[in-house]
């Protein structure tokens, strides 16, 4: 069973587009964190929020943690090839601040 | 790059072998975690060390061991391979318990013939 479910696991949209990610959980977590992964590498970390109710904005990326801090989303405005990746968010649960765990990830292609 | 080096890149190795996976952390950071990734199930957490000891176990196997030595570099030690442990094997650093976020490796991929 996945702590962190994230929805959808595929997702192939037009240059120009909108999109949310969806990271979904039964757990209360400390805080969460969204990373993107790019074929052959490692995640790489976007953001990290804390606080029950976050927003956070990166360029054409908008992070939210849920109220109850047991989900959050991520929203792209107007998606470029350059955002194609692997999307994972992760977050330390409550009960366990020590393991970081991932979610099963969402694979984005950006067509041209 | 990074700053968290692992090595090798890649790894063939036959079944039944015993394999060393090496990560040397971002400079300053103290804590290293090994997480395995395969395509069925994602990115799973091994075990952490903090400053040379042990701080957090996943669902590591029995077969499997690290260690981290004083000039903070990790080892991940893997035995008895199976087919099954084919998969990317990657190494993370952070600062004290990582709550602003990890700092990954490249990975090694680890293929079992």
């Known amino acids: 069973t996945q702590l962190l479910e994230q929805s959808p696991q595929f997702l192939s949209i037009q240059e120009g587009e909108n999109l949310t990610v969806y990271c979904n959980s039964s757990?209360?977590?400390?805080?969460l964190q969204w990373y993107r992964q790019e074929p052959g590498e490692g995640p790489v970390l976007l953001v990290t929020?804390?606080?029950?109710?976050e927003v956070k904005k990166l360029k054409r990326l908008t992070f939210q943690f849920g109220d109850a801090r047991k989900d959050s989303s991520l929203h792209i405005t107007a998606a470029q090839p350059g955002d194609t990746g692997l999307y994972l968010c992760?977050?330390?649960?409550?009960?366990?601040?020590?393991?970081?765990?991932f979610g099963s990830g969402t694979r984005l292609l950006v067509r041209p | 790059d990074s700053g968290v080096t692992q090595t090798p890149k890649h790894l063939i190795t036959a079944t039944g072998q015993r394999v060393t996976l090496r990560c040397s952390p971002r400079?300053?950071?103290?804590?290293v975690y090994w997480y395995q990734q395969s395509l069925d199930q994602g990115l799973q957490f091994l075990i952490q060390?903090?400053?040379?000891?042990?701080?957090a176990k996943g669902n590591i196997l029995e077969r499997f061991s690290a260690q981290q030595f004083p000039d903070l570099h990790s080892e991940l030690n893997l035995s008895s391979l199976e087919l099954g442990d084919s998969a990317l094997y990657f190494c993370?650093?952070?600062?004290?318990?990582?709550?602003?976020?990890?700092?990954f490796g490249s990975g090694t991929r680890l293929t079992v013939v």
């Open positions: 757990s209360v977590f400390s805080s």
């Open positions: 993370a650093s952070s600062g004290a318990q990582g709550l602003h976020g990890y700092t």
């Open positions: 060390y903090y400053n040379g000891e042990e701080r």
């Open positions: 400079s300053g950071d103290l804590s």
């Open positions: 929020v804390v606080t029950g109710g």
């Open positions: 992760a977050g330390f649960p409550m009960d366990s601040s020590y393991k970081l765990i």
